[in-house]
């Protein structure tokens, strides 16, 4: 079937990564930065090229499209799903693409900084890559291949089908996001619109691995109130309230419930940001587990240790503040196997073996499972994610493209 195809993913990747697309956690526009939608355009460009007519972007920096069916069997409409952002972590401006051809095993020095080198026995999936042709970027940036890689896979789906209109498939949506990396998504996504009835996002790593588990997730914030004073004049009245915050989070495990300490099926509780004054500090944390049940006996702990720092420093007080983010998007998928077992058969059908894996966070899949979309998670090749050292094996998007071809076939057929 793909013989006489020629691939477009790999010189889509290519232009796709050298737009910055960093999203802002600081910011509250929609999206958070404007300079997403200048990606999202030239898709719709691209989109519209290819003969997919209602491709369009909304005010929020959302693109929908529909690659119409090409069967009459009432068929169930699935969507696949890819962010258009990078991560805040590590700049995405000005990424110089080079492409490793035929990579021989050897060590990756990246040119921009040599002491960025991508080492095989740091990065053991390189070993399996041997013959393929690597991506990286040049070591001043990231790459971007999380998640341009899965919008890249899906872009040649789409070529792929339009160019192909003599192989059964029912309808398929495409949905490309922005600010995922900053946890917002699907905040603004119209699934009414959208109109599908289940969904994909692409948006792994290792060729084959396909998760349908992932992390719950909510968020705490602390605002601890100290007692404001001159610090000349101080004895007997100043609280520090920057001192509560400090003895609250020396108290946390280290070698428990802690991103450093775990792996696997572990759950922990993570400070993500400490600041303030002497008046008032605010501590902001993650909770992850994937048992929800967990989240609150992590939340408990943590309010147990505030309250033993608030002891210490009689005067103080604070404010505990919790907020749901995601929940572990197996809970919804067990409801429709079909979903999960579709994935696995079109993996299997592209020649490779399932990998599966549970995810220690979240996708916007997570959320859309839970808004009604079910929505697993596909591999795309994508590899050190978030840093310079991130890489793509071509080949892998590749047998990504092949796999979501082989899934739309295969909803067609058991229609």
């Known amino acids: 079937m793909f013989h006489d195809y020629s691939y477009t993913v790999k010189e889509r990747f290519l232009r796709y990564v050298q737009i910055d697309t960093q999203s802002d956690p600081a910011s509250d526009e929609r999206p958070s930065t404007e300079k997403q939608k200048a990606l999202s355009r030239l898709l719709i460009e691209e989109l519209i090229a290819i003969g997919i007519g209602d491709a369009h ?21 699935i969507c696949f799903c890819a962010h258009v952002d990078t991560s805040p972590d590590c700049s995405g401006a000005g990424v110089k693409p080079i492409v490793h051809e035929n990579f021989s095993g050897q060590d990756i020095v990246l040119p921009d900084d040599p002491s960025q080198t991508i080492t095989v026995s740091s990065h053991p999936y390189l070993k399996q890559k041997i013959g393929e042709d690597i991506i990286t970027a040049s070591g001043a940036t990231l790459l971007g291949a ?46 009414q619109k959208l109109g599908a009835d289940f969904g994909y996002t692409l948006d792994g790593g290792e060729r ?36 509560v915050a400090a003895a609250l989070v020396t108290t946390l495990p280290r070698d428990t419930h802690a991103p450093e300490a775990t792996e696997e099926r572990e759950g922990f509780v993570h400070p993500t940001r400490i600041g303030g004054n002497a008046e008032r500090a605010e501590v902001e944390f993650i909770i992850r587990d994937f048992d929800t049940g967990k989240l609150k006996e992590y939340e408990r702990l943590l309010e147990d240790r505030l309250n033993q720092a608030l002891a210490g420093f009689p005067g103080a007080r604070a404010s505990f503040t919790v907020r749901e983010q995601y929940r572990n998007m197996k809970e919804a998928l067990d409801r429709h196997p079909q979903v999960s077992d579709f994935a696995r058969e079109a993996i299997r059908r592209a020649g490779i073996d399932v990998i599966n894996k549970s995810a220690r966070g979240g996708t916007d899949g997570s959320r859309l499972s839970f808004m009604g979309l079910p929505c697993p998670n596909l591999f795309t090749g994508e590899m050190a994610f978030h840093g310079k050292q991130e890489y793509v094996s071509v080949q892998d998007m590749q047998k990504s493209m092949e796999t979501i071809v082989h899934l739309a076939m295969i909803w067609e057929e058991k229609a």
């Open 208 to 243: 084959g691995s396909f998760e349908d588990e992932t992390f719950s997730a909510d968020s705490v914030a602390i605002v601890i109130e100290g007692v404001s004073a001159h610090p000349g004049y101080a004895k007997g009245k100043m609280v520090n309230a920057i001192k």
């Open 146 to 191: 999380d998640d341009k890689a899965g919008v890249a896979v899906i872009m040649d789906m789409a070529n792929f089908f339009m160019q192909r209109p003599d192989i059964p498939h029912g309808e398929i949506k495409i949905l490309f996001t922005p600010d995922e990396e900053i946890g917002r998504g699907v905040d603004k996504a119209d699934l």
């Open 57 to 77: 972007l909304d005010e929020y920096g959302y693109v929908y499209a529909t690659i119409p069916a090409t069967t009459t069997r009432k068929t169930p409409v």
